[in-house]
């Protein structure tokens, strides 16, 4: 089942605070690359504002949306309201470049697409960004394989089937993709919340009290000598224009 199928906003109800304080951020080459020369950006799928805080702090004017209550009040930004990707509550032509961040598996494509087109001016820009494991890392490659050992239900990894939507729709075309290297460093507590802010982990339980104990074990074989550890990610864009 793709997480499209799913109710994305409802499945955050319970995660939105872990969301916002575990989660990482994107880089800023990443960042400045998506945004370009664009003013006006529209953060669709927003979260808890990590995104739309960024493109903020680069200058440009967005607004961000996401469709759950708890994600926004999480969030604690007035840039950030209560709004379905699938239905930008925004006029004809009005933005530059629609954004979305580790958002978009769980969008209608389609639709979508339909929105975004009509939001944004002719020659407007897309751009579907994601934060995605490093495997070449070990701690990395450890700490997947020890979630996806307890993610009941997690859909396949396959940022190529993800995109096709994109490359098939009639709407945009030009689609370029790049990537950029991004770290996270977490304690054990904040890499404990970054497991629990999925929402294929449980939060408590047998089943819980088990994956936190092997987590335990993983964080002591590779924490440095501050008490760290770091997540690698390889932060994948796909840029694409408005036809």
């Avoid at 998506?34 to 950006?41: F, P």
């Avoid at 840039?79 to 629609?98: S, T, Y």
């Avoid at 304690?187 to 999925?198: I, T």
């Amino acid at each position: 089942m793709r997480c499209c199928d799913l109710d994305g906003a409802g499945r955050f109800a319970d995660r939105a605070e872990l969301y916002a304080r575990a989660r990482p951020s994107y880089p800023d080459a990443a960042v400045s690359f998506v945004l370009g020369d664009a003013s006006r950006v529209i953060d669709a799928g927003a979260g808890t504002a990590i995104s739309t805080r960024l493109l903020a702090a680069h200058g440009a004017r967005v607004t961000g949306f996401d469709p759950s209550v708890e994600m926004v009040l999480a969030a604690r930004n007035p840039r950030l309201v209560l709004a379905r990707a699938e239905a930008l509550p925004f006029r004809d032509a009005c933005a530059d470049l629609v954004t979305s961040f580790n958002a978009f598996h769980w969008f209608q494509p389609e639709p979508f697409f339909e929105d975004a087109h009509r939001v944004l001016v002719p020659r407007g820009r897309l751009a579907l960004v994601w934060n995605d494991w490093d495997r070449s890392d070990a701690f990395t490659r450890e700490f997947v394989r020890l979630m996806r050992s307890k993610a009941a239900g997690y859909p396949p990894e396959d940022r190529e089937a993800e995109c096709a939507p994109l490359y098939a729709t009639k709407r945009f075309g030009n689609v370029e993709y790049r990537a950029f290297p991004n770290e996270h460093r977490l304690d054990l507590e904040h890499l404990r919340m970054r497991l629990q802010s999925m929402t294929y982990i449980p939060r408590e339980g047998a089943e819980w009290d088990e994956l936190s104990r092997d987590l335990t074990r993983l964080f002591d074989r590779y924490a440095d000598a501050g008490g760290f550890v770091t997540h690698h990610y390889k932060t994948t864009v796909f840029v694409a224009v408005r036809v």
